[in-house]
C-alpha cells in the first residue's frame, strides 16, 4: 500500500506546484509600504486573529515569532515566527511567496504546508490584503526565535500527503461578492469567511479533518485546542437565534454574552487580540452574515 501510495501523492503534489508556479508568476510586483498600507495591514491582522495563534502568550513569547503549541487530534502544532527576521522569521520572503503560503499552503521552500494555517479560509483574501498584511509585518521589529518543531507522528506528518488533502478540501480563489446581498452582508460574509475565519473553529470537521460544510457554524465539541465551539448559527433553541445584532456585536468587542456570561479559552483570545480592534461597522456586517445564515439545529453537549 505505501509503495503504491507515494506515486500517486508525488504526482498530486507536482501538479500542484506546477499550478502554484503558474499562478505565482501572475501576481504583480510589490506595491509599496507606504504608512497607509502599513496601518491598512495591522487592522486586517487583527482581523485575521494571526496574533493569537503567532504568539506564545502563555510562555512570555514576543508578538507573532510564534511558538504556540496548537493541539488537534493529530498531535500539537506550534505556530512558525512570522516576523521580519531572515533567519528565523519571514523576513527573506518575496510578495509572491507570502500569497503562496498565505492563501494557497505552499511554504517558500515549495513544501505543502498543514490546514492548520487556515489557507482554506485565507485564500478568499484579496491579494491586496494578503499584502498589506505583509507590510505590517515587515514593518515591525524582526524577533530572532526559531521555530518548534510539529509533535505529529506518520502518517500525518508526511507533508506530500497533504496535497491530496487539498485536492479533496481546498478550494483556491478570491471571494466573491453575492449581488443578491447588501453591502453589509458582503463585507461581513468576507470579514467572517476570509479574515477572522469563523468556520475554521465553528464548524465540525471529518476523520480527515475536512469541515463539513452541510454543518456550516453549527458547533462542534473538537474546537480549537480541544475546546467546545458553540453553534453560532441563528437556530433558536440549539444557536443564537435568539440574540439581537447588537447582543452578537457586544460579544465580539467585549466577549460578554447576553446573559451576562463572558467567553473563554480561545475566544477569549481572538477577541482580545483580535476583534476587538474592528470598526463598529465591521463588527455590525460580521453580525449581520452571521445572523443571516440558515440556522441548524445542532445541540454542542458531550452525552451525559
Request: proline share 8%.
Amino acid at each position: 500500500m505505501r509503495l503504491q501510495a507515494r506515486p500517486a501523492g508525488a504526482l498530486l503534489a507536482g501538479l500542484a506546484l506546477l499550478g502554484f508556479a503558474a499562478w505565482a508568476l501572475a501576481v504583480p510586483a510589490a506595491a509599496a509600504a507606504s504608512p497607509d498600507l502599513i496601518r491598512r495591514g495591522e487592522y486586517l491582522l487583527h482581523a485575521g486573529g494571526c496574533l493569537s495563534c503567532h504568539t506564545d502568550y502563555k510562555g512570555g513569547g514576543k508578538p507573532l515569532a510564534g511558538g504556540r503549541a496548537l493541539k488537534t487530534p493529530f498531535g500539537s502544532f506550534y505556530s512558525p515566527n512570522i516576523t521580519a527576521d531572515k533567519a528565523t522569521g519571514i523576513g527573506s520572503w518575496s510578495d509572491q511567496q507570502f500569497l503562496a503560503a498565505l492563501k494557497h499552503g505552499i511554504r517558500a521552500d515549495g513544501a505543502e504546508l498543514f490546514p492548520v494555517l487556515p489557507f482554506t479560509s485565507y485564500t478568499k483574501m484579496t491579494d491586496q490584503d494578503a499584502l498589506a498584511i505583509k507590510a505590517y509585518l515587515f514593518s515591525l521589529p524582526p524577533v530572532v526565535q526559531a521555530n518548534k518543531p510539529h509533535q505529529i507522528s506518520p502518517p500525518f506528518s508526511w507533508r506530500w500527503l497533504q496535497a491530496g488533502w487539498k485536492w479533496l478540501f481546498f478550494k483556491a480563489g478570491d471571494f466573491q461578492p453575492d449581488p443578491r446581498q447588501s453591502a453589509a452582508w458582503n463585507r461581513g460574509a468576507y470579514l467572517a469567511t476570509a479574515l477572522a475565519h469563523c468556520g475554521e473553529c465553528h464548524t465540525p470537521r471529518n476523520w480527515f479533518g475536512g469541515l463539513d460544510q452541510d454543518m456550516a457554524l453549527a458547533g462542534t465539541l473538537d474546537g480549537p485546542e480541544g475546546e467546545k465551539a458553540p453553534n453560532i448559527t441563528p437556530d433558536p433553541d440549539t444557536g443564537i437565534g435568539k440574540w439581537t445584532r447588537e447582543d452578537l456585536v457586544a460579544l465580539l468587542k467585549t466577549g460578554d454574552k447576553p446573559d451576562f456570561d463572558n467567553v473563554q479559552g480561545a475566544m477569549a483570545e481572538v477577541i482580545q487580540h483580535g476583534l476587538k480592534f474592528l470598526s463598529d461597522e465591521d463588527l455590525n456586517a460580521i453580525a449581520t452574515y452571521i445572523l443571516a445564515q440558515p440556522p441548524i439545529r445542532h445541540k454542542v453537549a458531550r452525552a451525559p
